[in-house]
């Protein structure tokens, strides 16, 4: 009897001691605490900042309300925020501690002069603000002997064109450990395809010439265009299967009693992969230069904006992708096979920084950049699931900054490492010039080219290393043993975690 009660006051004294114990020693716990209840707390100010920028839809880089309300609210919350960044409309909203590591979380705000927020960019925009408030949190609630880390919102105007490769060019993602973004979506797909791109405008030149009285002396461009048009629909059926080329006339002459001067096609022409996106760049060309030559005119090709392929950091994806799942969130089936997709210049990032951009569901079955999907986004029903991408983008931007994070930025990097083919791929497109939709030649410390010229340097793909599927489990141990304890909650780091010279976590402490 005495046994019994000996053995039942040891056990309670022991659990005590257990609770203490994850008490004293469990403060990220806490923080991914705090940070969800941030999140919580301002749901209705999160909710009004969406409603508002889906009630005023402005297009790629002219999104001049959507950034004064945006910088606004992170300004008044406690960041410190750089308004008009790089480009007018765009933003860097920081908050954070030198010595430690940045994670960027990448908002887009711009819409569809048609079909307003078909794309829900508004939605992209409040999840960025809702992780950035609940990571401050979380900083906030760090011992301040150990508050390292910064969370960046980066406000990136012209979501549709390329407006991020403007971020790119300038070095904004030099010290950046990893880039984080969601766009709502008919369903939640993990490492959504998204393709190569490439925007090309065909200006043909010809002659003007009175179509009723001498329409010999002319030389018709219009003719041209649509022998172009034409000669492009004709070689789709030698294109690779997973290529796709789509066009539109934008210039078609002034007046039907004129033979046309001018004419204009305008090309998006995708590929899963920039290799891929070459060839059936050169044979939209040749379409475009033997159509001029039969109608007796000529050519001018420009090259605008360029996405490259999305590449998903694997491990980050990961990481992730747990703190969906520990949120209810299901992803659908792995759609690694599928070669077609939409393209974005995430991708872009992608190739400059371990990246994600996943998507979420939002309640309904309509496809984006449709009027349906517009509804859609700015329904009281897209709430819950914006809300939720924004725990889970705060949560796996807590794993990376605390000081435990080192383990799992390493695989992170790792892979990042492997994956990323040499970086010339990047400009092995060729551009004449950059157009208002935002591309511009890569930077030199991005890729190589020559300075001074725009035609860039041409360099071998040497493909990428598959992920292995060992990296992938050793993060699992991390995140169970490094990032988190038995219990779900975060457990401080143990041993020094100084960064080593040369690294990417010394780079940006430098930075």
């Given at each position: 009897?005495?046994?019994?009660r000996s053995n039942s006051q040891l056990r309670l004294k022991r659990a005590g001691s257990i609770q203490r114990m994850k008490q004293m020693v469990s403060p990220f716990g806490s923080m991914r605490d705090q940070a969800k209840a941030r999140i919580d707390y301002h749901a ?439 990032g988190e304890g038995p219990t779900g909650e975060l457990t401080p780091p143990t041993g020094d975690a100084t960064p080593k010279a040369g690294s990417r976590e010394n780079m940006i402490a430098a930075s």
């Open positions: 009897m005495r046994s019994s209705a100010e999160l909710n009004a900042l969406s409603h508002d920028l889906w009630s005023c839809p402005e297009t790629a880089f002219d999104e001049v309300h959507a950034h004064d309300l945006l910088t606004s609210f992170l300004e008044s919350n406690g960041f410190e925020v750089e308004r008009n960044f790089i480009l007018p409309t765009g933003f860097r909203a920081t908050y954070g501690f030198d010595g430690g590591r940045a994670v960027a979380i990448l908002a887009e705000y711009d819409a569809d002069a048609q079909t307003g927020h078909s794309s829900g960019r508004n939605l992209i925009a409040e999840c960025a603000v809702g992780v950035g408030l609940a990571v401050k949190a979380a900083l906030e609630s760090m011992d301040p002997k150990v508050q390292k880390g910064k969370i960046i919102i980066l406000g990136c105007p012209g979501g549709g064109g390329a407006g991020k490769q403007q971020f790119i060019n300038a070095g904004i993602f030099f010290g950046v450990s990893a880039a984080l973004m969601v766009s709502p979506h008919c369903r939640n797909i993990l490492k959504p395809i998204q393709q190569a791109l490439e925007k090309v405008h065909y200006k043909f030149h010809g002659k003007k010439a009175d179509a009723g009285m001498a329409p010999w002396r002319g030389k018709n461009a219009l003719d041209a265009a649509v022998q172009c048009y034409s000669n492009i629909g004709a070689m789709r059926q030698h294109f690779d299967p997973h290529v796709r080329a789509h066009g539109i006339f934008t210039n078609g002459g002034t007046q039907a009693n004129l033979v046309p001067e001018e004419a204009e096609l305008f090309f998006y022409i995708r590929a899963p992969s920039t290799v891929e996106l070459l060839p059936a760049v050169k044979q939209c060309e040749d379409c475009a230069i033997g159509a001029a030559s039969a109608m007796q005119c000529t050519v001018d090709t420009e090259y605008g904006s360029y996405y490259s392929e999305l590449r998903t950091n694997d491990h980050l994806a990961m990481i992730y992708k747990k703190h969906c799942n520990d949120l209810g969130v299901k992803f659908c089936k792995d759609l690694s096979d599928r070669k077609v997709g939409l393209s974005t210049d995430m991708g872009n990032v992608s190739f400059v920084t371990p990246s994600v951009h996943a998507f979420f569901e939002i309640n309904t079955n309509a496809e984006p950049l449709t009027k349906e999907f517009a509804i859609a986004a700015g329904a009281p029903d897209a709430q819950k699931a914006t809300l939720q991408q924004a725990k889970a983008l705060a949560m796996t931007t807590i794993d990376l900054l605390q000081p435990g994070g080192s383990k799992l930025m390493d695989h992170i990097n790792k892979e990042f490492q492997r994956l990323t083919p040499p970086s010339e791929v990047i400009c092995q497109i060729p551009m004449n010039k950059p157009d208002t939709s935002g591309t511009v030649t890569p930077p030199a410390e991005v890729v190589g080219y020559s300075n001074g010229s725009a035609t860039p340097v041409r360099g071998t793909h040497h493909g990428a290393q598959p992920v292995v599927e060992n990296d992938l489990e050793e993060v699992s141990r991390a995140l169970d043993t490094n």
